[in-house]
């Protein structure tokens, strides 16, 4: 941009310099001749003004750009204060938050990979897969990453052990 408005600094003072010698010409062929130069250098001044122009459009819109980023950003930043890295039952590691809705606290849970993407995707109980070794699936519906979330109630329980009796004494029936 700096190399533009020079240009046209210079095109300007040019410009200046030969209405100056039309203005002290002392013949016809001088004024032609310095008139002709002088259209040269308002054509030159004329192409280095739009060209500045476009420099110009260019910078707003990239400061634009950057404007709509930092709100991105601004607007992240605001939507994810709360949450927290957590490690669930299982081991997987997800984005929690507690919040109260109703006068009832609850957790809500966000997709790691969709956060780290500056998105927040609450993770759902899972549909096709409900559970999974033992415990509960969820899944994010922006990118279906699924997670193992909390043990299932029967997994919970400590299953008795099953014990046979023989009703031979052991030595068998013949």
């Given at each position: ?74 607007s ?13 039952e ?21 997709c ?32 279906n ?22 009703p ?7």
């Amino acid at each position: 941009m700096i190399a533009e408005l020079s240009a046209a600094m210079t095109a300007i003072k040019e410009t200046a310099g030969l209405a100056k010698v039309i203005n002290d010409a002392k013949t016809d062929a001088e004024v032609k001749a310095a008139t002709i130069e002088l259209q040269n250098k308002l054509i030159t001044l004329q192409a280095e003004c739009f060209s500045l122009g476009d420099v110009i459009r260019l910078r707003d819109e990239e400061a634009m750009h950057l404007k709509a980023k930092i709100a991105e950003f601004e607007s992240f930043k605001s939507e994810s204060e709360g949450y927290e890295l957590h490690k669930t039952e299982a081991g997987s590691l997800v984005y929690s938050k507690h919040l109260v809705v109703n006068d009832v606290q609850i957790t809500v849970n966000a997709c790691p990979s969709c956060f780290q993407q500056k998105k927040i995707s609450m993770l759902q109980p899972g549909v096709d897969k409900v559970v999974k070794g033992s415990y509960w699936i969820h899944f994010c519906p922006c990118c279906n990453s699924e997670f193992k979330m909390d043990k299932t109630p029967a997994a919970n329980k400590s299953t008795p052990q099953v014990r046979r009796i023989d009703p031979f004494g052991g030595r068998g029936a013949w």
